[in-house]
C-alpha cells in the first residue's frame, strides 16, 4: 500500500515538473507576446529606429542587421561544421585525433558568449580592422560564426553517423568511391539532421546578445555592406533599455524576435518532416 | 573438380587486431558456378567474401597475408584500386539495403556513379537488369515508387539488380535469402539457377538444404579454417571429415 502512494506521489511530483516547465515557457512567451504585439504594425516594421531614441519610429535596420549577421555566421559556419562533421564521421577512425576534435567542438560550445565576444572584439574589430571595417556586420557574423560552429558541427556528426552502414556498404559494393557515396547516398539521408544543426545553430546566432555587444558596433543606420556598424534586435534592445528606458519598444522588438524564432523553428521542422517521409517512401 | 577457375585463394590468413578469423585459407571457386559457404556462425564466412571484394578494408585494425587471384592479379596487393575491383566483383548483403530513392534510381544508381548520364542508356540498363533479377514484371509500372515500398524479398531482389547494372563477373552473396519468408526465400533460389549461367557465384548460407539445392560446390567452415572442400553432392552424401559430418548431419551448428 504504501508503495503505491508513493507511485502515486512520484507520478504527481514528476507531472507537475513537466507542467512548471510548459509553463515557464507558456509565461514568458504571453508576456512578451502581450506587451509586444500591440506595438507590431507596418510602419513599425519598415520604419529606422530614430537616432535618438524617439518613440513611435520602428526598427527596420535592426532586422536588417539580425538578418545580415546571421546570415554571414550561418554562410561561415556551415560548410566548416559540415565538412568537419563529414571529415571526422566518414574519414576518421574512432581513434585519438577524433576525440580531440569533438572535445575541442565541446570546449568552444562552452566557452561563455562574453569571452567569444572579447575575442572578436581584439581579432577581428582591432587587429583586422582594415579588411573588417573595425565594428561591423563582419565582425559580428564571424564572431558569432563561433558559437554556431559547435552545435552544427556536433549535430551534423550525430546526424551522419545514424545514417546505417549497410548504405555506404551499399554503394561502395557497387564500385562508387568514397566521395560518391557521401555526396549521393550519405548526405541525403542526413540532411535533415545536418539542417536541424544549422537551424539550432542560427537560432542561437539570432539570439545572442553579449558576443556581439563589442564586435557589431550598434549603429542604427541602415546598413549598405557588411564592414558597416549595425545593431541587430538583440543588441537594439539591451540598449534602448538601458540608455532610454524604454521598455514599449523594447517589448515589440522582443515580440518580432521570438515570432521569428518560432516561425524558423516550425518551419524548418515542417519541411524536414515532410522530407523524412518522402525519403521513407511514405 | 572440372571447370575453369574464376578466383584463386592461396594461403589466405587474416585477423581482426590480435584475433585470427581466417587462419591458411585455401580454395578455389569455380567460374559459372555457384559455391556455397557453410559453417556454424562465427566461423568466418562472411569475413572470408568480403575479403573478395576488400569490403573488410572498411573495419578498423584489419590485417591479412596470402593471395586472392582473381584475372591474373593478387587482389590483397595494397596498390589494388578497390573501386574497379568492386565493379567486377559486387556483394549482395543479408539484409536489404535499397538506398532511400525510387526504384529507378536504385538500378541506375552504379552505372551513374560510373559516369552513364543518357535517359535511354539509363532506362535500357535498367530494364535488363531488373528482368535479369526476376522483378522487372513486378516494378516495371512503379518505377519511380521507393524501394522502401517493396517488400523484403522485392527488395533484395531489387540489390541483386542494382549489382547487375553495374556488369560485374562476380556476385558475393552474404546469406541473401535470411531475411526472407519461405516463398520470397524460393524466388532469390530460382533466381540463383538463371544467375549462374552468366557470373561466378559465391553465397553464404546458413541454411544446409539451401546450399544442397542451390549450388555445386561447398566449403565447410569451422573456427576460421576450411575443413573441406568439395563438390556439393560429395561433402553432403560422403564428407570425408568427421566435424563436416556432424555438421551436415546436424549433430552441431
Same mark, same amino acid.
Given at each position: 500500500m504504501a508503495a503505491k502512494l508513493r507511485e502515486t506521489a512520484a507520478i504527481g511530483l514528476l507531472w507537475g515538473a513537466g507542467i512548471a516547465t510548459l509553463l515557464i515557457l507558456i509565461v514568458i512567451l504571453a508576456y512578451i507576446l502581450v506587451n509586444g504585439l500591440p506595438l507590431i504594425s507596418w510602419h513599425f516594421l519598415t520604419t529606422n529606429p530614430g537616432v535618438r531614441g524617439q518613440q513611435g519610429t520602428g526598427i527596420y535596420s535592426t532586422i536588417v542587421a539580425t538578418v545580415a549577421v546571421t546570415g554571414l555566421a550561418l554562410l561561415v559556419a556551415a560548410p566548416l561544421s559540415v565538412g568537419g562533421a563529414i571529415?571526422?564521421?566518414?574519414? %576518421? @577512425?574512432?581513434?585519438?585525433?577524433?576525440?580531440?576534435?569533438?572535445?575541442?567542438?565541446?570546449?568552444?560550445?562552452?566557452?561563455?558568449?562574453?569571452?567569444?565576444?572579447?575575442?572578436?572584439?581584439?581579432f577581428f574589430v582591432i587587429y583586422l580592422q582594415p579588411y573588417t571595417g573595425g565594428w561591423s556586420v563582419l565582425s559580428g557574423g564571424l564572431t558569432l560564426a563561433f558559437m554556431v560552429l559547435p552545435i552544427s558541427l556536433r549535430i551534423s556528426e550525430e546526424a551522419l553517423k545514424a545514417v546505417p552502414?549497410?548504405?555506404?556498404?551499399?554503394?561502395?559494393?557497387?564500385?562508387? %568511391? @568514397?566521395?560518391q557515396s557521401i555526396t549521393t547516398v550519405v548526405m541525403p539521408t542526413a540532411l535533415p539532421g545536418i539542417i536541424t544543426g544549422l537551424i539550432l545553430g542560427a537560432g542561437r546566432a539570432i539570439g545572442e546578445t553579449a558576443a556581439i555587444l563589442l564586435t557589431v558596433g550598434g549603429a542604427l543606420g541602415l546598413i549598405h555592406g557588411v564592414r558597416d556598424p549595425a545593431c541587430p534586435m538583440t543588441l537594439y534592445i539591451y540598449n534602448i533599455l538601458t540608455e532610454y528606458n524604454d521598455t514599449t519598444t523594447a517589448y515589440g522588438t522582443a515580440a518580432v524576435l521570438i515570432i521569428a524564432i518560432l516561425a524558423i523553428t516550425f518551419t524548418t521542422d515542417y519541411l524536414m518532416n515532410r522530407y523524412t517521409k518522402k525519403l521513407k517512401g511514405l | 573438380m572440372s571447370g575453369e577457375i574464376e578466383i584463386s585463394i592461396k594461403n589466405l590468413n587474416l585477423w581482426f587486431g590480435n584475433f585470427q578469423a581466417l587462419k591458411n585459407i585455401n580454395i578455389e571457386i569455380q567460374k559459372n558456378a555457384v559455391t556455397a559457404l557453410i559453417g556454424p556462425s562465427g566461423c568466418g564466412k562472411s569475413t572470408f567474401i568480403k575479403t573478395l571484394d576488400r569490403m573488410n578494408d572498411l573495419v578498423d585494425n584489419v590485417k591479412f597475408t596470402g593471395e586472392v587471384i582473381y584475372k591474373g592479379r593478387n587482389i590483397l596487393d595494397s596498390d589494388t584500386d578497390v573501386v574497379e575491383l568492386r565493379k567486377e566483383i559486387g556483394m549482395v548483403f543479408q539484409k536489404p539495403n535499397p538506398f532511400p530513392k525510387s526504384i529507378f534510381d536504385n538500378v541506375a544508381y552504379g552505372p551513374r556513379v560510373?559516369?552513364?548520364?543518357?535517359?535511354?542508356?539509363?532506362?535500357?540498363?535498367?530494364?535488363?537488369?531488373?528482368?535479369?533479377?526476376?522483378?522487372w514484371d513486378e516494378v516495371k509500372d512503379r518505377l519511380n515508387e521507393s524501394a522502401l515500398r517493396l517488400s523484403g524479398g522485392q527488395q533484395q531482389r531489387l540489390c541483386i539488380a542494382r549489382l547487375l547494372a553495374v556488369e560485374p563477373d562476380v556476385l558475393?552473396?552474404?546469406?541473401?535469402?535470411?531475411?526472407?519468408?519461405?516463398?520470397?526465400?524460393?524466388?532469390?533460389?530460382?533466381?540463383?539457377?538463371?544467375?549462374?549461367?552468366?557470373?561466378?557465384?559465391?553465397?553464404?548460407?546458413?541454411?544446409?538444404?539451401?546450399?544442397?539445392?542451390?549450388?555445386?560446390?561447398?566449403?565447410?567452415?569451422?573456427?576460421?579454417?576450411?575443413?573441406?572442400?568439395?563438390?556439393?553432392?560429395?561433402?553432403?552424401?560422403?564428407?570425408?571429415n568427421k566435424r563436416t559430418e556432424d555438421y551436415v548431419t546436424g549433430k552441431f551448428g
Open positions: 571529415y571526422l564521421n566518414e574519414y %576518421t @577512425k574512432e581513434n585519438l585525433l577524433r576525440k580531440v576534435f569533438r572535445q575541442a567542438a565541446e570546449v568552444l560550445a562552452g566557452i561563455p558568449s562574453i569571452i567569444i565576444g572579447l575575442f572578436g572584439f581584439l552502414g549497410e548504405l555506404r556498404e551499399g554503394s561502395l559494393g557497387l564500385g562508387a %568511391t @568514397k566521395w | 560510373h559516369g552513364i548520364r543518357d535517359k535511354k542508356t539509363l532506362h535500357e540498363i535498367a530494364e535488363r537488369s531488373l528482368k535479369g533479377a526476376a522483378i558475393l552473396m552474404d546469406e541473401p535469402a535470411s531475411a526472407l519468408d519461405p516463398i520470397a526465400t524460393s524466388k532469390i533460389e530460382d533466381l540463383l539457377h538463371e544467375l549462374k549461367k552468366d557470373y561466378t557465384i559465391v553465397i553464404v548460407t546458413h541454411n544446409m538444404q539451401q546450399a544442397a539445392r542451390v549450388s555445386s560446390h561447398t566449403a565447410f567452415f569451422w573456427l576460421g579454417e576450411i575443413v573441406e572442400y568439395a563438390s556439393t553432392i560429395d561433402l553432403f552424401e560422403r564428407p570425408r
